[in-house]
């Protein structure tokens, strides 16, 4: 468009005739003017252009190139749009830019068809996508998004298509890991405004549930209306109390939405207590009423002390969890406590005191999970937010060293367990075991490393010489993991030295001196060194 009219169209009203006159540089003698004109065309005159406005709409331009264009003409009604992989009802008819009908479905049913699985044309899609429940439009697509499709075989010779579209409804599909494999597919739609109103957080909760076989005859296994004489399930999520498939989807429910979910083995009961009439390895299917939810305490305008023993109920919900071998389900527990604690603001030295105690706990109890779970570097780095802020805590040093340990960094282990014993004598006797404890791994590091190494370089040239793990461990080994058990003083049952020795198995000596080489003879396949 000239540079006048984009000028002058948006100040006029619909209906209203004006006269612009306008000097060549805003209209065709502009330099680069996107408008041809033949070459006796006085472009460089000023010319007076007579313009009556008859309509316009708002429009939503979709693809940049306005190869898609949505104008709107009755608002729906929520924000959710559909996606992939929803299940849409839609009233559609199809015309060209001279009003000629070529395909009206607009009587009867309304059309079916599942978003992203191309059943139309593709601009159409993307304008669908642009909609909400109960909203009228008519989508602008051109060519090049006219893509072939069940509802559209093809069209020829057509420069642009108007879709008069009405959403009529569609039902919310979630593919909830991405693979296809564990789907939450809601077929009655509950109060609220989605995700807002979900139980997203750590709630208390409430559902009916009726748990199938997805076999042929789609059998029940369970039914809360009929096994639970009527009363629903109640469980608080965040704590591994029902299979995690399950668990996932029901936070993203609405109250009262019912929901059918497909869930495979490992999110099923693979991993959780399976009742006695469900085979190994069996697909489940669920039906889940969400009744309703109870959310966490908001702790605006509590008190400290309010907030505190909130704090320490979640922080004991972690230890339980710990104890249990959660891990990942305690660190949560533990996380968000100190993510709350980020907007606490204590008011005066004795509650900074408790403030910082708990914060500290909080921190080892973190630590103490990363260990458990193999992740050595993230739990030294988490000790050493407490010894930065508070280098003679005792607790910390330990923690950090039996890190250290399971790492295989002996060096920073015992001056760590050394550090102990100098700051606070009554941490000796702790210290000194896991001083003990750490001579005893590098001494089975070493008589391994004899081992592995016996006799490797007199070999004649030409001969292999295998270097072989072994496969038992030593009696004492085994006598530590049956002693090792032993309750923290923070409160969570975690098993230090255990932790040492398992690291070490898992990492084997191997891995202590070239720590990338086992991931990279494990990419070739090979579970062992060749050494010619």
Same mark, same amino acid.
Request: aromatic residues 10%.
């Given at each position: 468009?000239?540079?006048?009219?984009?000028?002058?169209?948006?100040?006029?009203?619909?209906?209203?005739?004006?006269?612009?006159?306008?000097?060549?540089?805003?209209?065709?003698?502009?330099?680069?003017?996107?408008?041809?004109?033949?070459?006796?065309?006085?472009?460089?005159?000023?010319?007076?252009?007579?313009?009556?406005?008859?309509?316009?709409?708002?429009?939503?331009?979709?693809?940049?190139?306005?190869?898609?264009?949505?104008?709107?003409?009755?608002?729906?009604?929520?924000?959710?749009?559909?996606?992939?992989?929803?299940?849409?009802?839609?009233?559609?008819?199809?015309?060209?830019?001279?009003?000629?009908?070529?395909?009206?479905?607009?009587?009867?049913? /309304?059309?079916?068809?599942?978003?992203?699985?191309?059943?139309?044309?593709?601009?159409?899609?993307?304008?669908?996508?642009?909609?909400?429940?109960?909203?009228?439009?008519?989508?602008?697509?051109?060519?090049?998004?006219?893509?072939?499709?069940?509802?559209?075989?093809?069209?020829?010779?057509?420069?642009?298509?108007?879709?008069?579209?009405?959403?009529?409804?569609?039902?919310?599909?979630?593919?909830?890991?991405?693979?296809?494999?564990?789907?939450?597919?809601?077929?009655?739609?509950?109060?609220?405004?989605?995700?807002? *109103?979900?139980?997203?957080?750590?709630?208390?909760?409430?559902?009916?549930?009726?748990?199938?076989?997805?076999?042929?005859?789609?059998?029940?296994?369970? *039914?809360?209306?009929?096994?639970?004489?009527?009363? +629903?399930?109640?469980? %608080?999520?965040?704590?591994?109390?029902?299979?995690?498939?399950?668990?996932?989807?029901?936070?993203?429910?609405? /109250?009262?939405?019912?929901?059918?979910?497909?869930?495979?083995?490992?999110?099923?009961?693979?991993?959780?207590?399976? +009742?006695?009439?469900?085979?190994?390895?069996?697909?489940?299917?669920?039906?889940?009423?969400?009744?309703?939810?109870?959310?966490?305490?908001?702790?605006?305008?509590?008190?400290?002390?309010?907030?505190?023993?909130?704090?320490?109920?979640?922080?004991?919900?972690?230890?339980?969890?710990?104890?249990?071998?959660?891990?990942?389900?305690?660190?949560?527990?533990?996380?968000?406590?100190?993510?709350?604690?980020?907007?606490?603001?204590?008011? *005066?030295?004795?509650?900074?005191?408790?403030?910082?105690?708990?914060?500290?706990?909080?921190?080892?109890?973190?630590?103490?999970?990363?260990?458990?779970?193999?992740?050595?570097?993230?739990?030294?780095?988490?000790?050493?937010?407490?010894?930065?802020?508070?280098?003679?805590?005792?607790?910390?040093?330990?923690?950090?060293?039996?890190?250290?340990?399971?790492?295989?960094?002996?060096?920073?282990?015992?001056?760590?367990?050394?550090?102990?014993?100098?700051?606070?004598?009554?941490?000796?006797?702790?210290?000194?075991?896991?001083?003990?404890?750490?001579?005893?791994?590098?001494?089975?590091?070493?008589?391994?490393?004899?081992?592995?190494?016996?006799?490797?370089? *007199?070999?004649?040239?030409?001969?292999?010489?295998?270097?072989?793990?072994?496969?038992?461990?030593?009696?004492?080994?085994?006598?530590?993991?049956?002693?090792?058990?032993?309750?923290?003083?923070?409160? %969570?049952?975690?098993?230090?030295?255990?932790?040492?020795?398992?690291?070490?198995?898992?990492?084997?000596?191997?891995?202590?001196?070239?720590?990338?080489? %086992?991931?990279?003879?494990?990419?070739?396949?090979?579970?062992?060194?060749?050494?010619?």
């Amino acid at each position: 468009m000239i540079l006048g009219l984009l000028d002058g169209l948006p100040t006029m009203l619909k209906g209203e005739v004006a006269m612009y006159k306008m000097k060549s540089q805003l209209h065709y003698g502009e330099d680069d003017c996107p408008v041809s004109v033949r070459s006796d065309f006085p472009k460089e005159d000023e010319l007076h252009f007579e313009i009556e406005m008859i309509d316009f709409f708002k429009a939503k331009v979709i693809s940049e190139d306005l190869g898609v264009v949505k104008k709107v003409i009755t608002e729906g009604q929520g924000w959710e749009s559909p996606r992939e992989p929803y299940e849409v009802k839609a009233w559609i008819s199809a015309k060209t830019c001279d009003g000629k009908v070529i395909i009206s479905h607009t009587q009867g049913e /309304p059309f079916f068809f599942t978003f992203g699985k191309s059943e139309v044309p593709k601009g159409l899609e993307m304008g669908i996508g642009t909609m909400t429940r109960g909203e009228k439009a008519v989508i602008f697509v051109t060519s090049q998004y006219l893509t072939k499709s069940p509802f559209m075989p093809g069209v020829e010779d057509v420069d642009e298509i108007h879709f008069d579209v009405e959403l009529v409804h569609f039902i919310q599909v979630r593919d909830m890991l991405g693979d296809g494999r564990l789907i939450k597919r809601r077929i009655h739609d509950g109060k609220g405004d989605f995700p807002m *109103d979900c139980p997203l957080h750590d709630s208390l909760l409430r559902v009916h549930y009726k748990g199938m076989l997805l076999n042929e005859e789609k059998r029940v296994f369970y *039914d809360t209306r009929t096994d639970n004489k009527g009363q +629903p399930l109640e469980f %608080s999520s965040g704590e591994g109390l029902v299979p995690e498939g399950f668990e996932m989807c029901v936070r993203l429910m609405l /109250p009262g939405e019912i929901a059918l979910v497909t869930c495979p083995p490992d999110y099923a009961y693979d991993k959780f207590p399976r +009742p006695s009439n469900v085979p190994e390895g069996a697909h489940i299917m669920w039906e889940i009423e969400l009744l309703g939810f109870e959310m966490p305490k908001d702790w605006t305008g509590m008190n400290f002390q309010s907030i505190m023993d909130d704090a320490e109920q979640i922080r004991n919900t972690g230890n339980r969890l710990f104890k249990e071998g959660k891990y990942e389900l305690a660190k949560a527990k533990y996380d968000k406590v100190l993510r709350e604690f980020n907007h606490v603001n204590p008011q *005066d030295d004795e509650e900074g005191k408790v403030f910082a105690n708990t914060r500290n706990l909080l921190y080892l109890n973190v630590a103490a999970c990363y260990l458990k779970m193999g992740e050595c570097k993230k739990s030294i780095e988490t000790c050493n937010k407490v010894i930065d802020a508070n280098p003679g805590h005792v607790k910390a040093l330990y923690r950090r060293g039996m890190a250290y340990m399971a790492s295989g960094d002996f060096e920073e282990a015992n001056s760590d367990f050394k550090m102990m014993i100098k700051l606070d004598k009554s941490s000796e006797p702790d210290a000194t075991a896991a001083l003990l404890k750490l001579k005893q791994k590098k001494q089975e590091i070493e008589t391994k490393q004899r081992k592995q190494f016996k006799g490797l370089f *007199d070999k004649k040239p030409g001969e292999i010489a295998e270097a072989r793990t072994e496969e038992k461990e030593d009696q004492n080994v085994g006598e530590e993991k049956k002693n090792a058990e032993k309750e923290d003083s923070d409160g %969570s049952s975690s098993d230090e030295s255990q932790e040492a020795v398992d690291g070490a198995r898992q990492r084997g000596w191997f891995s202590l001196f070239w720590p990338t080489g %086992s991931r990279i003879f494990s990419a070739l396949g090979l579970r062992r060194c060749t050494i010619l």
